[in-house]
């Protein structure tokens, strides 16, 4: 009797809690998408509309706005968005395919000091790249690398963090005896590393490809300090530049196409790569 | 695998040969670490000591001051008042982070649960992560603004009679800049502790469930402790990143941080004197953030390395 009852008090007590799981969780989606919903609302709404106030309904005026905003405005958010790809891409192009050469150096290889270079790169990750942007500046104006994309593509290739995730893959996956067997077959260690080791890390390689694309096209902070010529600005510089804007006068269904036209790309990939970008958090930021 | 041993005995002395190549593939990285990182790092602490800024079109300096550039830091009550704004930030944004993260994260490897469509749970709570912070905020700042459409929807659901100034109060701005950090983080969050959880041996929730023990008593007694090494691992993290905390409050505040600077950030600070060329300064508050920085990074790094000696010992 007594059995009975416990477990039937069980089986209420797990339906209340799934249903305030539910609760909870729905309400905490629409959070994350209730903004996103209105920036869409709002692209599609003219300025008139717009002064009329909030509503759920989506108006007609979407191409209208892009269209202005794109090509009749005081910005070029073509040019910008084509900048910030070319930054991105590269960064994630470099920095996969270097911090995985980096990590292969630390597996593959039993060489002097291996143990403590593995410590320093690990130790190294947590420099903040603010704290050394004064030196950067003053270095690269110096180095006449300042309105360049050089200066914010070619550091990723020293990326700890990536490394460090290119290493515990490579545990998993690159045992000492292939690599003896591709030595033995006579191919050099540079072929053995691009044709043997390479093709193995695809997995780890893409994942670290996306994340190292995201943060590079979502970074602020050092490129509006290097580059200030006008074609190329970043994104991230013009959406900062229209927020100093007196733009409260400007047509408000242009402010929102522009930042439409910088969010909704990365939504639209993002549904697509969701199941390998979610997955791909945690396995380089806990240890397994 | 079994044939490896032998081949590595085998090929031992071929190895050996081999291992100098270690050096070669290490060349990039270090080769990019000291030219990006390593130098301009030394520039810093090196500028740190020179009075070197604007008077107008004027440059003064570089002269060498010493410690001058430190003790204006720290005597001023700038410094002092930026640290409490991004620290009233930070934690405005971390407590409902962590807590929606445990909360979450346990709903969510619970299997008495069996919660139905996670993986689009996830895929919605990641989301704001991915969104570029200028962007976002930028968002925002229209969205709040006093005939935005978060003012006109309070208006017609008749919860305010007239608009809320959302960019006028202390408290609303900094609610703001929180909030949104609290969103971009808490999916993120959720996700590394699920990882921790799903660790966690199910014989123990097993055991405790045959004893008698409710889910409640289960989480407090078994989860959280066992879970306490990634806890503090990411505290330690969203405080180093709380730290670093620049483009959200820039943007919404267009960099001034008002009203009354109440949402100027430690790097905001650093920012403005970079634009103003006040290199002295900027220089002394680089290298505080950095030691501040490396001391909790030790942090991290003591845990997560007595976390693995754990883990190999079992």
Not at chain 2, 25 to 53: D, G, R
Not at chain 2, 271 to 292: C, D, E, R, T, W
Request: contains cysteine; proline residues 4%.
């Amino acid at each position: 009797m007594a059995d009975m009852s416990l477990k039937k008090r069980r089986a209420v007590s797990v339906r209340a809690r799934r249903v305030i799981a539910y609760v909870v969780l729905i309400l905490l989606s629409f959070l994350c998408l209730f903004w996103f919903y209105v920036l869409f609302i709002n692209a599609t709404r003219s300025n008139g509309e717009l002064a009329k106030g909030f509503t759920a309904i989506p108006s007609t005026h979407l191409l209208k706005n892009l269209n202005n905003v794109l090509f009749h405005g005081a910005q070029d958010p073509i040019r910008g968005m084509i900048n910030s790809f070319i930054v991105a891409a590269s960064s994630a192009v470099l920095s996969t395919y270097f911090s995985t050469m980096t990590a292969y150096a630390i597996h593959a290889y039993r060489f002097k000091g291996r143990k403590a270079i593995y410590t320093f790169i690990l130790a190294v990750m947590m420099i903040p790249t603010q704290v050394t942007a004064l030196g950067f500046i003053k270095w690269m104006t110096k180095l006449h690398l300042m309105n360049n994309f050089a200066p914010l593509v070619v550091p990723t290739i020293a990326a700890p963090v990536t490394f460090f995730y290119m290493k515990q893959y490579m545990d998993s996956v690159l045992s000492p005896s292939l690599l003896e067997a591709a030595r033995i077959d006579g191919a050099g260690e540079f072929r053995t590393f691009n044709i043997i080791a390479l093709p193995l890390m695809k997995p780890a390689i893409a994942v670290q490809m996306v994340f190292t694309f995201v943060s590079s096209w979502n970074n602020y902070f050092t490129p509006a300090l290097i580059l200030k010529d006008k074609a190329k600005k970043t994104l991230p510089i013009l959406l900062a530049e229209l927020r100093g804007a007196d733009f409260m006068k400007f047509d408000m269904g242009q402010v929102y196409a522009m930042i439409a036209f910088s969010i909704f790309p990365v939504i639209i990939v993002y549904l697509f790569l969701s199941r390998y970008i979610v997955g791909g958090v945690t396995a380089g930021g806990v240890k397994e | 695998m079994k044939g490896s041993g032998t081949a590595a005995v085998r090929g031992s002395h071929r190895v050996n040969r081999h291992n100098r190549w270690g050096y070669i593939f290490l060349i990039p990285f270090f080769a990019v670490f000291v030219i990006f990182q390593l130098i301009p790092l030394v520039q810093t602490f090196y500028y740190s000591f020179f009075e070197n800024y604007m008077s107008g079109l004027r440059q003064v300096g570089p002269n060498f001051i010493g410690w001058a550039n430190y003790k204006k830091l720290l005597v001023s009550g700038d410094l002092w008042a930026y640290t409490k704004n991004t620290m009233i930030m930070w934690i405005l944004g971390f407590v409902p982070q962590i807590f929606f993260s445990l909360l979450l994260s346990a709903w969510f490897t619970d299997p008495s649960l069996r919660l139905r469509g996670q993986r689009f749970f996830k895929t919605v709570i990641y989301l704001p992560n991915l969104i570029m912070a200028a962007a976002f905020s930028m968002l925002f700042f229209t969205l709040f603004a006093n005939k935005g459409p978060i003012n006109s929807l309070l208006i017609q659901l008749g919860i305010f009679s007239k608009p809320y100034k959302f960019m006028s109060h202390v408290g609303s701005v900094r609610g703001l800049v929180a909030f949104m950090n609290f969103l971009m983080w808490f999916g993120n969050t959720t996700i590394l502790l699920m990882a921790g959880m799903m660790g966690i041996d199910t014989n123990l929730f097993e055991a405790a469930e045959v004893d008698g023990a409710t889910s409640t008593q289960i989480f407090w007694k078994i989860t959280l402790p066992l879970l306490k090494p990634i806890l503090v691992y990411v505290m330690i993290t969203s405080l180093i990143g709380g730290l670093q905390m620049f483009d959200v409050p820039q943007i919404l505040t267009n960099g001034s941080g008002n009203p009354n600077r109440c949402a100027m950030t430690l790097i905001m600070y650093l920012n403005k004197h970079l634009y103003s060329k006040n290199y002295g300064m900027a220089g002394a508050l680089s290298v505080l953030l950095f030691l501040i920085t490396a001391v909790l990074s030790i942090l991290v790094f003591r845990l997560t390395n007595a976390d693995a000696v754990e883990k190999g010992e079992h």
